[in-house]
């Protein structure tokens, strides 16, 4: 069983930036295949998928983003290899929502949330305008 736990949302202004943290434990995922996504959920919308970086075995093979953060959000994995970041920078106010980790077995379809086995409980990311 897997553990995601979700840290650095917050409030801030229009423009501004907020780096997000992914931690999963209870299990290594370091040195298998995996998708870890992040995805969000604003108020009265459904759940969207914003980033996904993939892995085989050590290995990042791909990252991929939403439309609508393309060019401003960056996904990375850490140094330590169960951490995976959300940089997010220029933000706007229709970026408010709740952000969500992700964790799935590799594949190609990592926009589907349906797509995941384990889910953190989400941090709060406010863009005031």
């Known amino acids: 069983q897997v553990q995601l736990l979700e840290s650095g949302g917050g409030l801030v202004e229009t423009g501004g930036s907020l780096r997000l943290s992914c931690v999963a434990s209870?299990?290594?995922?370091?040195?298998?295949?995996?998708?870890m996504a992040w995805f969000r959920q604003g108020p009265g919308k459904e759940r969207e998928f914003v980033s996904v970086i993939r892995w085989r075995i050590f290995d990042v093979t791909s990252t991929d983003y939403s439309d609508a953060v393309k060019g401003r959000f960056t996904i990375s994995r850490g140094s330590v290899m169960n951490t995976v970041y959300l940089q997010m920078n220029s933000l706007k106010p229709e970026d408010t929502a709740t952000y969500y980790c992700?964790?799935?077995?590799?594949?190609?379809?990592?926009?589907?949330?349906?797509?995941?086995?384990?889910w953190g409980q989400g941090t709060q990311v406010t863009v005031s305008s």
């Open positions: 992700a964790l799935g077995h590799y594949g190609s379809e990592y926009r589907d949330p349906s797509m995941y086995n384990y």
């Open positions: 209870g299990r290594d995922i370091s040195s298998s295949n995996w998708n």
